[in-house]
């Protein structure tokens, strides 16, 4: 029977030497789990030993290294998930994020897999296939325009019953400051906003659209100690720009304005409008936000990646090409974004490295080669005792 439990053994050595060999061959492989060789005796119904023979290839899930490469479309997981995948209609998961984006503006990997997450405002709904629109960001036209600024408590009031607003003319306002502002086909306007004291603690507000001076009067009204305590008609100036676009409906926030004895401080005007522009770059966030950046200096969240976890990622079938495939025994996969329970974040600009130890592969080579060496002596030794009984 010395032959038998050679034989097992040799058999189980030699698929631990091919395990531990794919270790090393991808030892520098993106994304890559390493497996390990369980071995578990044999013994028939008379209780006599058979031998070994391998019970399982285990894959060892613990996460590898981040590396970091500069480059905005690697992405690497610190945490349990992975990304969600479709290659040839299946759906796959990978540790390696690895991306770039193909000629229809899919986020795929080397091997051609579309990564899959959720469209903007979209994160709980079904996964689609992360793609780019070949479109650039449409104009938007400003509905809000928002200063912060001090007006000086100090100013002349200005009697509007003997002087009625012109813009032309400096005396019949206190103050005045400049905007840009867009048009619902993308075009910069000059736009002035002018502030008048009209009596203590009280301010008349207009605004103009190049020489076309808005039909609406805002007011802001202030307490003894110069904070703004109401503000009236500051919710809609009008314009009619022409020229086939939309006519302008804006409003205006002033409610971190002040009136202390200082000079007029005004701040940049913030404003919602732009023109349009077309995609320049895209980074992505830890949370999995797709986000664009276009000419006109605006960004757009595109869409969102999601992450997969399962309860038993052992059980998962190795497909090749960093990829695995769900399993009865993996479970289904718990799907999410990044950032949220045990999914873990996503870092762009660094890659997760091959989670194989080298040096301690190499040293479990010469232990397997060993044995494997050992299991030929048993057959050895069995031979030459045979050999004695023959001769006999």
Same mark, same amino acid.
């Given at each position: 029977?010395?032959?038998?439990?050679?034989?097992?053994?040799l $058999?189980?050595?030699?698929?631990?030497?091919? %395990?531990?060999g794919n270790? #090393?061959?991808?030892?520098?492989?993106?994304g890559f789990?390493g497996?390990r060789?369980?071995f578990s005796?044999?013994f028939?119904?008379a209780?006599?030993?058979?031998?070994t023979?391998?019970?399982d290839?285990? *894959?060892?899930?613990t996460?590898?290294?981040l590396?970091?490469t500069?480059r905005?479309?690697?992405l690497? #997981?610190s945490?349990?998930?992975f /990304?969600?995948?479709?290659?040839n209609?299946q759906?796959?998961?990978s540790?390696?994020?690895q991306?770039?984006?193909?000629?229809?503006g899919?986020?795929? $990997?080397?091997?051609g897999?579309?990564?899959t997450?959720?469209a903007?405002g979209?994160?709980?709904?079904s996964?689609?296939e992360? *793609?780019? !629109? @070949?479109?650039?960001?449409?104009a938007?036209a400003?509905?809000s325009v928002?200063?912060a600024m001090?007006?000086?408590a100090r100013?002349v009031?200005?009697?509007?019953?003997?002087v009625?607003?012109?813009?032309a003319?400096?005396t019949?306002?206190s103050? @005045?400051? $400049?905007?840009?502002?867009?048009?619902?086909?993308g075009?910069a306007?000059s736009?002035?906003?002018?502030?008048?004291k009209t009596?203590?603690?009280?301010?008349?507000?207009?605004?103009s659209?190049?020489?076309e001076?808005?039909p609406?009067?805002g007011t802001l009204?202030f307490d003894?100690?110069g #904070?703004l305590v109401?503000t009236?008609g500051?919710?809609? /100036?009008t314009?009619a720009p022409?020229?086939? %676009? @939309?006519?302008?409906d804006?409003?205006l926030?002033?409610?971190?304005a002040?009136?202390f004895?200082?000079?007029?401080?005004?701040?940049?005007?913030d404003?919602?409008?732009?023109?349009?522009g077309?995609l320049v770059g895209v980074?992505?966030?830890?949370s999995?936000?797709i986000?664009g950046?276009?000419?006109n200096q605006?960004t *757009?969240?595109?869409?969102?990646i999601?992450?997969?976890k399962?309860t038993s990622?052992?059980g998962?079938?190795?497909?090749?090409?960093?990829?695995? @495939?769900?399993?009865?025994?993996? !479970?289904?996969?718990?799907?999410?974004?990044?950032g949220t329970g045990v999914?873990?974040?996503?870092?762009?600009? %660094?890659?997760?490295?091959? $989670? %194989?130890?080298?040096?301690?592969?190499l040293?479990?080579?010469?232990?397997?080669q060993?044995?494997?060496q050992?299991n030929?002596q048993?057959i050895?030794v069995q031979?030459?005792?045979?050999q004695a009984?023959?001769?006999?």
């Amino acid at each position: 029977m010395g032959f038998s439990q050679a034989l097992s053994g040799l $058999n189980a050595a030699a698929t631990n030497l091919e %395990v531990i060999g794919n270790n #090393i061959a991808n030892s520098q492989t993106v994304g890559f789990k390493g497996g390990r060789t369980l071995f578990s005796d044999v013994f028939a119904e008379a209780n006599t030993a058979l031998g070994t023979r391998v019970s399982d290839v285990q *894959q060892d899930f613990t996460t590898g290294t981040l590396e970091s490469t500069g480059r905005n479309l690697d992405l690497a #997981i610190s945490g349990e998930g992975f /990304f969600r995948m479709v290659q040839n209609d299946q759906v796959v998961y990978s540790r390696n994020g690895q991306l770039t984006i193909d000629s229809d503006g899919y986020f795929t $990997n080397a091997q051609g897999a579309h990564l899959t997450g959720f469209a903007p405002g979209g994160a709980g709904g079904s996964p689609i296939e992360l *793609q780019l !629109g @070949s479109g650039g960001l449409p104009a938007q036209a400003t509905t809000s325009v928002g200063m912060a600024m001090n007006l000086d408590a100090r100013a002349v009031a200005v009697d509007r019953l003997t002087v009625p607003f012109d813009a032309a003319d400096e005396t019949t306002y206190s103050y @005045s400051h $400049n905007a840009t502002i867009y048009d619902s086909q993308g075009n910069a306007h000059s736009s002035t906003l002018y502030f008048t004291k009209t009596a203590d603690n009280a301010w008349e507000v207009k605004m103009s659209r190049g020489t076309e001076v808005a039909p609406e009067t805002g007011t802001l009204t202030f307490d003894t100690n110069g #904070i703004l305590v109401g503000t009236a008609g500051l919710g809609s /100036f009008t314009y009619a720009p022409g020229g086939g %676009v @939309s006519n302008m409906d804006m409003s205006l926030d002033l409610t971190d304005a002040t009136q202390f004895a200082t000079e007029f401080d005004p701040n940049a005007v913030d404003q919602d409008g732009y023109t349009s522009g077309n995609l320049v770059g895209v980074l992505i966030d830890d949370s999995g936000n797709i986000v664009g950046n276009y000419a006109n200096q605006q960004t *757009q969240v595109l869409g969102t990646i999601l992450l997969a976890k399962f309860t038993s990622p052992e059980g998962l079938r190795p497909i090749g090409d960093n990829a695995w @495939s769900e399993t009865g025994d993996s !479970g289904q996969p718990l799907l999410g974004l990044a950032g949220t329970g045990v999914l873990g974040s996503l870092e762009a600009g %660094v890659v997760e490295s091959s $989670n %194989v130890d080298l040096t301690k592969e190499l040293v479990n080579l010469i232990i397997a080669q060993r044995n494997y060496q050992a299991n030929t002596q048993t057959i050895k030794v069995q031979d030459e005792v045979l050999q004695a009984a023959v001769n006999l």
